[in-house]
């Protein structure tokens, strides 16, 4: 009788123990390519009692974390520093799983952003894709606001939020800083064309704010020492300069072209006469406030504010950013 019984508890043990162990298999899903069937067999046993632990966070929390990993940097020393930080309950089973699943051996040396809301296998998976340490952007001369917008937001390792970023570069929301042209150009006026054109380079998860502060105080290094006495030199103040400027950089086709166009338009400004710029028509163009896009030129009116077939002045704002100034007669 009592041998009956401990037969039954024994099946019964036997029972649960592989329903678990069949039920942390597919939990773990299949092992990596290169793990061997009996090393794979083996980290499903191990990790079958706890591997629940492994699919659930430790806490809500979505604040970012930072994590390097150094070049031959061992898996081991990874998985005891993910734990440290909170991010994983128990080390070396983190470790196992990293091993079960092939990611010891692709694990990439570089920078992480991880947070708690994220279960460690989660974690251990991304671990393969190691974000770069900088982020390079450039923005052309030329680029038209909508462009470098959509330039950046397609850059996944910055934190760019469009339509908050257009809303400031467009005046309809606050800037995140003071600059020194802005108090040269009309409240609440555009900043295209005040978007200078260079190479930039941020660390990864950079903020939509961030990122124009960097623009707009590179517009302030790179061109207020200089560019108000040149405005000042040929009757013009920091709008008109920087808007005639546009015009020429889209007007040219090489980059020598720039100073015998610039004499053009200032004499033809001089005299009186109508700038007779094509850039401006084509921006006009493309604005929303004549129906968007069109191939036939005539279909813009000689008022339209941007352009200059027929106006002997020059346009309310500039038309993209510029590549250098070349606006001395």
């Known amino acids: 009788m009592v041998f009956a019984l401990l037969l039954c508890a024994a099946a019964a043990f036997v029972y649960m123990a592989t329903a678990s162990f069949l039920a942390s298999a597919t939990q773990l899903g299949a092992p990596g390519p290169r793990v061997r069937a009996v090393q794979a067999l083996w980290l499903r046993a191990a990790l079958a009692l706890s591997s629940d632990q ?35 309950p128990d080390a070396q089973q983190l470790l196992r799983y990293m ?8 694990m990439q ?18 671990l ?5 340490s900088e982020v390079r952007v ?30 400031m570069i467009e005046g309809r929301a606050p800037l995140p800083g003071n600059y ?31 990122v124009l502060d960097a623009i707009l105080r590179r517009f302030d290094d790179e061109v207020m020492g200089t560019l108000r006495a040149d405005a000042s030199a040929i009757g013009f103040d920091l709008p008109q300069l920087v808007t005639l400027a546009s015009i020429i950089q889209r007007e040219a086709m090489l980059d020598e072209e720039r100073p015998l166009i610039a004499r053009v338009f200032l004499n033809r400004l001089a005299q009186g006469m109508p700038l007779m710029a094509d850039p401006t028509t084509q921006y006009a163009l493309s604005s929303p406030a004549i ?21 002997r002045a020059c346009r309310p704002a500039p038309l993209q950013t510029r590549a250098c100034f070349q606006c001395k007669p």
Not at 99 to 106: H, V
Not at 185 to 200: H, I, M, Q, R, T
Request: glycine share 6%; net charge neutral.
């Open 180 to 210: 020194l042209f802005r108090n040269m150009v009309p409240p609440n006026s555009s900043l295209e064309g005040y978007l200078f054109p260079a190479d930039y380079v941020f660390p990864p998860g950079t903020s939509t704010n961030a």
């Open 291 to 311: 129906g968007g896009p069109s191939s036939r030129w005539i279909r813009v009116p000689l008022n339209t504010p941007t352009t200059l077939m027929s106006l």
């Open 99 to 106: 091993i079960y699943k092939g990611y010891d051996t692709q």
């Open 54 to 88: 492994l699919f659930v966070a430790t806490s809500p929390d979505t604040q970012p974390l930072s994590l390097t990993i150094e070049q031959n940097e061992l898996p081991a020393a990874v998985a005891q520093r993910i734990a440290a930080l909170g991010l994983a």
């Open 128 to 132: 393969v894709n190691a974000m770069p």
């Open 138 to 167: 450039r923005i052309w001369a030329g680029w038209r606001a909508g462009q470098v917008v959509a330039s950046l937001a397609a850059q996944p390792h910055l934190q760019i939020d469009s339509s908050a970023l257009l809303s």
């Open 109 to 126: 040396a570089g920078y992480f952003k991880l947070n708690h809301s994220m279960p460690p296998a989660e974690i251990a998976a991304a």
